[in-house]
């Protein structure tokens, strides 16, 4: 079993920065893939970014590709997701994922999330 804990959302501004963490518990951090996904109200989950093994091999959606990037502390089995040059369409409860299975951006591939912590940028 895998608890995720996502810290780091709140309101900016459009041209702002975030830097979103997710604190990972109850199994091996370094080996597993993480991600990040996101949803928006009335919209369905969509995958932004994740970080594939100890090698840290990096995917990213299309629409934050160059504004934002993932990383990892494996020391405290920790994954971030760092954005910039906020827009107002990156307004979304932000969640954590992990145990990958199959395709990086399709949902049901990943096994664990957290509970999401919530992102607004201002116009």
């Known amino acids: 079993q895998v608890q995720l804990v996502e810290s780091g959302g709140g309101l900016v501004q459009a041209g702002g920065s975030l830097r979103l963490s997710c604190a990972a518990s109850?199994?091996?951090?370094?080996?597993?893939?993480m991600g990040w996904f996101r949803q928006a109200p009335g919209k369905e989950r969509e995958f932004v970014a994740a970080i594939i093994g100890s090698g840290g091999s990096t995917v990213y959606a299309d629409s934050v590709k160059g504004r934002a990037t993932i990383s990892r502390d494996n020391a405290k089995n920790t994954v971030f997701l760092q954005m910039n040059s906020l827009i107002p369409e990156d307004t979304a409860v932000y969640y954590c994922?992990?145990?990958?299975?199959?395709?990086?951006?399709?949902?049901?591939?990943?096994?664990?999330w957290g509970q999401g912590t919530q992102v607004t940028v201002s116009s």
């Open positions: 994922a992990s145990d990958l299975r199959s395709r990086v951006e399709v949902r049901s591939s990943w096994q664990y």
């Open positions: 109850g199994r091996t951090f370094r080996a597993n893939a």
